[in-house]
């Protein structure tokens, strides 16, 4: 379904830009209330706090160069969340999807939790701290109808309020020839990947060699390669890594350095069909331009 227009309301209860923030689409009952961990204690004296509800955990980068994420469900989403207020240290933000009439059941946060991280894991742009996302809950079908609106409905709020979990890492066009894609070849490493606005997305199937080169080891680049593999981006198939999903990368060169298994220079490493480099066919071209 294309995108449409929508009216989107974001209230700030205690008038902090950066404090607590209420975002819901005007014509909807979904409302989702993202909060600092900071200001947990004022959410907790809130009416909302003590509803079921679907939350998410987001915070500092994994090694791996994504936002960790968390994504969980609870019958009273205050008392979760200051459970992960004392045991889980990763994250500084919480955001709570609620329903305004309080007509969320545990049946529905269930399923809810467990679409949302399955969907969270195929988009690739969250390192989740939740692991496989289970089996599906049994969910009548007449629930399992409400559950996707409100996801659908929660993932624009999330990505309104700067936490697009459920994006796509690559631009989905009318067609795959309209896509502009870049290689990257070395021993037991062929990547495909696409440069966008976000840094330089590896495409799935995609593999990288195992070994790394003597100069890296011991090294952040090294560290860098084990946590990919760690959170399941690569897994080991025969003699080489395969990329089990698309995965956004910070830049160019750590995208090549993933693939290769050494240090090196994204820019040049990633080429055209044609043989033109990455630099080539976007720096250059828009220092011309410039």
């Given at each position: 379904m294309?995108?449409?227009p929508q009216t989107i309301q974001i209230f700030l209860p205690i008038?902090?830009?950066r404090g607590i923030r209420v975002a819901e689409i005007t014509?909807?009952?979904v409302r989702v209330i993202e909060i600092p961990r900071s200001k947990l204690a004022d959410f907790l004296k809130m009416p909302e706090a003590q509803q079921v509800g679907v939350y998410f955990l987001v915070g500092e980068l994994s090694e791996a160069?994504?936002?960790r994420g968390y994504i969980g469900q609870s019958g009273n989403v205050g008392v979760r969340l200051a459970q992960h207020n004392q045991n889980k240290d990763f994250w500084n933000r919480a955001l709570v999807v609620i329903s305004l009439?309080?007509?969320m059941t545990q049946t529905h946060a269930m399923f809810l939790e467990w679409f949302a991280i399955a969907e969270a894991t195929k988009a690739g742009r969250y390192s989740l701290e939740n692991g496989n996302s289970g089996a599906r809950p049994h969910t009548p079908a007449p629930l399992e109808a409400d559950c996707h609106e409100i996801h659908e409905t929660a993932a624009t709020l999330l990505a309104t309020l700067g936490q697009p979990v459920f994006e796509s890492l690559t631009q989905v066009t009318a067609t795959p020839s309209e896509r502009e894609l870049f290689f990257c070849k070395g021993p037991g490493g062929n990547g495909i990947g696409e440069y966008t606005s976000e840094g330089f997305v590896v495409h799935k199937d995609s593999t990288a060699r195992i070994e790394n080169v003597a100069s890296i080891q011991g090294t952040s680049q090294e560290r860098f390669r084990l946590q990919l593999v760690t959170e399941g981006v690569l897994q080991l198939v025969g003699d080489h890594y395969v990329f089990t999903r698309d995965h956004?990368?910070?830049s160019p060169?750590?995208?090549a350095i993933a693939i290769l298994g050494r240090s090196a220079n994204g820019w040049i490493e990633w080429k055209t069909v044609d043989g033109q480099t990455l630099d080539g066919a976007k720096r250059q071209i828009?220092?011309?331009l410039g």
């Amino acid at each position: 379904m294309p995108p449409r227009p929508q009216t989107i309301q974001i209230f700030l209860p205690i008038g902090d830009p950066r404090g607590i923030r209420v975002a819901e689409i005007t014509t909807r009952i979904v409302r989702v209330i993202e909060i600092p961990r900071s200001k947990l204690a004022d959410f907790l004296k809130m009416p909302e706090a003590q509803q079921v509800g679907v939350y998410f955990l987001v915070g500092e980068l994994s090694e791996a160069g994504l936002p960790r994420g968390y994504i969980g469900q609870s019958g009273n989403v205050g008392v979760r969340l200051a459970q992960h207020n004392q045991n889980k240290d990763f994250w500084n933000r919480a955001l709570v999807v609620i329903s305004l009439t309080n007509s969320m059941t545990q049946t529905h946060a269930m399923f809810l939790e467990w679409f949302a991280i399955a969907e969270a894991t195929k988009a690739g742009r969250y390192s989740l701290e939740n692991g496989n996302s289970g089996a599906r809950p049994h969910t009548p079908a007449p629930l399992e109808a409400d559950c996707h609106e409100i996801h659908e409905t929660a993932a624009t709020l999330l990505a309104t309020l700067g936490q697009p979990v459920f994006e796509s890492l690559t631009q989905v066009t009318a067609t795959p020839s309209e896509r502009e894609l870049f290689f990257c070849k070395g021993p037991g490493g062929n990547g495909i990947g696409e440069y966008t606005s976000e840094g330089f997305v590896v495409h799935k199937d995609s593999t990288a060699r195992i070994e790394n080169v003597a100069s890296i080891q011991g090294t952040s680049q090294e560290r860098f390669r084990l946590q990919l593999v760690t959170e399941g981006v690569l897994q080991l198939v025969g003699d080489h890594y395969v990329f089990t999903r698309d995965h956004l990368f910070s830049s160019p060169s750590m995208a090549a350095i993933a693939i290769l298994g050494r240090s090196a220079n994204g820019w040049i490493e990633w080429k055209t069909v044609d043989g033109q480099t990455l630099d080539g066919a976007k720096r250059q071209i828009s220092a011309a331009l410039g």
